[in-house]
């Protein structure tokens, strides 16, 4: 294909209508049409294996070979960098390299921060500026903690980052939230809130809320930079749009306001992501955003077969908010889908393993053909077990990264330092690793001068005799200072890995790994230096734009899914959040149980039940060819086996689409719950974790309320002790925990407990005579 050369100062080339329509070769027609589509606002509805990214791809390539945008005129926002990398790379072999160099390609995140680095001096902050992780946040606020007195053990850090970080993402600044706090923690996080962001800027730093919110903040207060980029980007495009929270949101409708040009793609039914922030009404609203939007609907599922297809279309049709869409596929009809039915999570486990061993060996799969998902992290501790009892290699995703582990974090931490002397989260982490002589005393007398003479913490660390040290710690930190001067003298002008290779070596962290001459300390001193071979690697693949600054932000910027391996011979464990985008040959979907899929405190609000319902969907959708699904009657919940019943979602399926282990019929049960309410009598449940016997045979509190009433509806009535005043179900306020709705209760009199799921914590478990519940409902 020919390959066209587009310059700043001249048009784009008028392409012949064949080199253009040869960029539609290969697409369907609903696909065609979203290609052809180019101008004003439209939304592709993508149902999942509908070759969505193919059609983007495809969509940008075209405006090129039209000649209807020039390569930078072109902007595209994904959620991975592995997304991003992949459109790229197509979009490289429809129109060549060369024109598909001045497109701006990325994550959110990635994009923002490249354009702050450019524009960020407008609002204060260095072009090297750090970019904090939540690690690297909390060391702050914890700081702050003790400053202000807030109590961690009544507030614990992740619980005040987590919301000062929902703030951030609705656009609510320190002073507003703290209007707004209507509870303990919102009240303390609204304490916290001002100080937090004064010391990220003082430190030159921005968390990843802030890479979304300060380029709206740039935008608002600078119309001129705003105006640049809207005359820029005519052809803004936005991957996966169910998932955007309300600041990018905001930044998508700034920067589309001059040219309308806004291209959305995705699925409502795989929005599963409100936990972070994500607003579904975001692409339910699209059309009354945008009135004059085209739509286009991707249906044609290219990836699994019609069975498992029928079967996510009988999940998802329970949901009340969804945009109109019908999938079909030319696939063959398949194999049913599989029902295994375990006595315990173990037993559970085993038939896993079993069937995978069967598929391996009887059909010939390998190993990275299949996946194995559940709801909760806990869950894969027996899967795990089975796996290695049976000698199946199998990778966990989602457990500590690399860039995560400890080791990883102090070298990088120096190596920030380098490029940012004010960072003082990184500075915090390694002034004292290894041992040189700057103990918590000097720390906090360096940090107290800091704040009591304005300065930065580079600052005071350079007129550190004047802290009040004495000698030998003034000596100390000197030494340090030096060390790190030294180097950011030379952070422009060496090459990143020579830079790093030198610093690590000269901090002594490889001799303190070496010292102790564990197995576990050997492994973490071939990761540091393996973390050397991957700044080597990227500087000699960056050419001139290998420097240690865009190293370091491109580490900081990893998401989830970049880190997931294809070429892994190896079984994948992960949580469904985590298979978003993916797909395999074989799924598993385990623990489909009341009180863990779907969640027990989804249960009790039917937007949160839809949720969990679109996650169950996700799930189901990245099987192509064999889907099994499984539940146990018994599991640890609490510390002891507790019975279990099965997941309401197994109930709403066409029993016509699935067969037991046993190759016999599945039998639904007949009725459905309802969110928000007990369960209907055919269910014989009493609430999500605990049932009329559990199986060891102890007292479980009776039933009450007349018996059947209301349709049959059955609930538990605690009137012993301390749980007389309770029910599963009320809502009810804790002093410092908030509203919360009771899921559960146990024991009698002194040892009555409740289980309550609270809006600001999450699920907690109380024992009622000491935890100062109030009804509210």
Not at 60 to 78: M, S, V
């Amino acid at each position: 294909m020919r390959q066209y050369k587009l310059s700043f100062d001249e048009p784009a080339d008028a392409a012949r209508p064949d080199e253009a329509e040869q960029i539609l070769q290969g697409l369907n027609p609903a696909q065609q049409e979203a290609v052809r589509v180019t101008d004003g606002p439209v939304l592709i509805i993508a149902g999942p294996g509908s070759g969505k990214t193919r059609t983007l791809t495809h969509r940008i390539a075209y405006l090129i070979a039209a000649g209807k945008a020039r390569p930078f005129e072109i902007l595209a926002l994904t959620f991975t960098n592995k997304a991003a990398r992949e459109m790229k790379e197509r979009i490289e072999r429809l129109v060549g390299p060369e024109q598909a160099r001045g497109m701006w390609m990325g994550t959110f995140h990635a994009t923002f921060a490249r354009l702050l680095r450019i524009e960020g001096e407008r609002i204060g902050y260095t072009p090297d500026f750090s970019i904090y992780d939540p690690d690297d946040s909390q060391r702050i606020l914890r700081e702050l903690m003790d400053r202000y007195h807030v109590d961690g053990k009544q507030f614990n850090v992740r619980m005040m980052h987590a919301l000062i970080s929902s703030a951030k993402n609705r656009l609510v600044a320190p002073g507003e939230y703290a209007r707004l706090a209507a509870t303990p923690a919102q009240e303390k996080a609204a304490l916290l809130y001002g100080p937090y962001q004064e010391a990220l800027r003082k430190a030159n730093a921005m968390d990843f809320d802030d890479l979304l919110l300060k380029p709206i903040e740039l935008f608002r207060q600078h119309a001129d930079v705003l105006e640049k980029y809207q005359h820029r980007w005519r052809y803004l495009h936005i991957d996966e749009y169910q998932d955007t929270n309300h600041a990018q949101y905001v930044l998508a409708k700034l920067l589309a306001a001059r040219h309308k040009n806004l291209c959305v793609v995705g699925d409502d039914a795989q929005s599963i992501y409100a936990f972070r922030g994500a607003d579904i009404t975001n692409i339910l609203s699209f059309q009354r955003d945008y009135p004059e939007a085209k739509t286009v609907r991707l249906e044609q599922n290219y990836r699994s077969t019609k069975t498992i297809l029928r079967l996510a279309d009988a999940i998802i049709r329970h949901n009340q908010d969804q945009l109109e869409k019908s999938l079909w596929t030319e696939n063959s009809d398949g194999e049913p889908v599989t029902l295994l039915e375990a006595i315990s999570e173990r037993d559970e486990a085993q038939k896993v393993e079993r069937t995978i061993r069967d598929l391996h060996v009887r059909q010939g799969y390998t190993f990275r053909d299949f996946a194995v998902l559940y709801r909760t992290n806990a869950q894969s501790r027996s899967l795990e077990e089975a796996l290695r009892r049976g000698g199946l290699p199998y990778r966990v995703v989602g457990g500590v990264s690399f860039y995560q582990r400890r080791e990883i974090k102090d070298a990088l931490a120096y190596l920030r330092l380098v490029v940012n002397p004010n960072d003082e989260a990184s500075l915090r982490r390694v002034i004292n690793y290894p041992t040189r002589g700057i103990g918590g005393k000097t720390q906090e007398a360096l940090f107290d001068y800091a704040r009591r003479e304005g300065l930065g913490i580079w600052q005071a660390l350079e007129r550190a005799e004047e802290a009040g040290l004495p000698a030998r710690a003034v000596s100390a930190v000197e030494a340090f200072r030096f060390l790190i001067a030294r180097h950011a003298a030379q952070a422009t002008s060496r090459p990143a890995d020579e830079l790093a290779r030198d610093l690590i070596r000269e901090s002594g962290i490889l001799d303190d790994l070496r010292r102790d001459d564990t197995p576990e300390n050997l492994v973490r001193w071939e990761n540091v230096n393996e973390l050397l071979n991957a700044i080597a690697e990227f500087t000699a693949g960056a050419g001139e734009q290998g420097t240690l600054s865009a190293f370091l932000q491109e580490v900081s910027l990893l998401t989830d899914a970049d880190s997931v391996d294809d070429d892994e011979n190896r079984v994948t464990l992960m949580t469904l959040h985590a298979s978003k985008g993916l797909e395999f040959p074989v799924v598993f979907i385990t623990g489909l149980e009341e009180g863990l899929f779907p969640l027990a405190a989804a249960a009790q609000d039917r937007k949160d039940l839809e949720e969990e319902r679109r996650l169950f969907y996700v799930g189901v959708t990245r099987a192509e060819r064999h889907l099994y699904l499984s539940y146990a009657r018994s599991r640890y919940r609490y510390g002891e086996q507790q019975p279990a019943v099965r997941s309401r979602f197994l109930d709403e399926l066409d029993p016509d689409l699935i067969r037991t282990e046993a190759g016999t019929a599945f039998r639904p049960r007949a009725g459905r719950f309802q969110a928000g309410a007990g369960a209907t009598d055919t269910y014989d449940r009493i609430d999500p974790h605990y049932y009329r016997k559990n199986l060891r045979g102890e007292k479980k509190p009776r039933t009450g309320g007349g018996g059947q009433r209301g349709g049959g509806e059955r609930r538990i009535v605690y009137d012993e002790g301390e749980g007389g005043a309770f029910t599963p179900g009320m809502r009810v306020e804790h002093p410092l925990f908030g509203e919360g709705k009771v899921l559960s209760l146990e024991g009698a009199g002194a040892q009555a407990k409740a289980v309550v799921f609270f809006k600001e914590v999450g699920q907690k478990k109380l024992v009622l005579k000491f935890a100062n519940l109030r009804r509210i409902g």
